[in-house]
Nanobody, 114 residues
Framework: QVQLVESGGGLVQAGGSLRLSCAVS????????MGWYRQAPGKQRELVAT??????TNYADSVKGRFTISGDIPKTVNLQMFNLNPEDTAVYFC?????????WGQGTQVTVSS
């Protein structure tokens, strides 16, 4: 089993910054990519950013230039978020891929006030 625990969410004003972190425990051997997804009320969960064990990154167009993903795969993954806007309000989920199977954290709320 793989356990993921997110931290760092909260309430921030528009234009502010937050840093999310995700710690991985359990059977981490075989995890080759991690990422962050988010789900706003009434919307589907969407990809925010991913990072591979080789350091390759991928971002949603809506966050390019504002968010940066980093980490020590497979142990931790972070998401630094700058210039937040109310459209970034969502529950943010940490994700890990292990041999084709996805594992999820419980989510952390990010709320951006205007």
């Amino acid at each position: 089993q793989v356990q993921l625990v997110e931290s760092g969410g909260g309430l921030v004003q528009a234009g502010g910054s937050l840093r999310l972190s995700c710690a991985v425990s359990g059977s981490i051997f075989g995890i080759n990519a991690m990422g962050w997804y988010r789900q706003a009320p009434g919307k589907q969960r969407e990809l925010v950013a991913t990072i591979s064990s080789g350091g390759n990154t991928n971002y949603a167009d809506s966050v390019k230039g504002r968010f940066t993903i980093s980490g020590d795969i497979p142990k931790t993954v972070n998401l630094q978020m700058f210039n937040l806007n109310p459209e970034d309000t969502a529950v943010y989920f940490c994700n890990a891929l292990k041999w084709g199977r996805a594992y999820w954290g419980q989510g952390t709320q990010v709320t951006v006030s205007s």
